[in-house]
């Protein structure tokens, strides 16, 4: 797993209502960056939004609906895990949920699998221009293939 990123898997409680998910709490010791805004981007099916980079940002990302695989790859020069890169499945229902944290310079990224997808993110400062940072979506550097495991058919295109 890359340096400084943490998962925090989610506890569900169902009942014949539907169900309760606690997804941060202030006190949790992957949160200890704290919080300063809170986002929401809904996406359909087979959006690619890749990458991305902060400067001193901090973002904790959960699906509450849909499934998304979000990719991190570690830019850091200075780190133990430089140029490594992790995949999850946030929002799987086949598994509990969970919560991604992602921390300043590591670049990510998501593919949305099962659409639409509704992401949640907390971020530990406002945004500012000044910290965004992109990288292309197909960067030789980090080589990864954001259309990996799409089929390939053999329909005739008329």
Do not use: C
């Not at 992109?134 to 053999?154: A, E, F, H, K």
């Amino acid at each position: 797993m890359i340096d400084g990123v943490v998962i925090k898997e989610l506890v569900r409680h169902p009942d014949e209502r539907g169900y309760f998910e606690e997804v941060i709490r202030k006190t949790d010791s992957f949160f200890a960056e704290g919080f300063a805004q809170l986002s929401h981007s809904f996406m359909r099916k087979g959006v690619v939004k890749a990458w991305h980079v902060h400067k001193t940002q901090v973002d904790w990302w959960y699906v509450s609906q849909g499934v998304v695989k979000a990719v991190v790859y570690d830019a850091r020069k200075d780190s133990t895990t430089y140029k490594e890169l992790n995949e999850f499945l946030l929002g799987d229902p086949k598994k509990p949920n969970i919560v991604l944290k992602i921390p300043h310079g590591v670049a990510h990224g998501l593919k949305v699998l099962v659409g639409p997808a509704d992401l949640i993110y907390a971020t530990s400062g406002v945004y500012s221009l000044d910290e965004e940072g992109r990288i292309p979506y197909d960067d030789t550097g980090i080589g990864y293939d954001w259309v990996q495991g799409m089929p390939i058919t053999n329909k005739k295109i008329t």
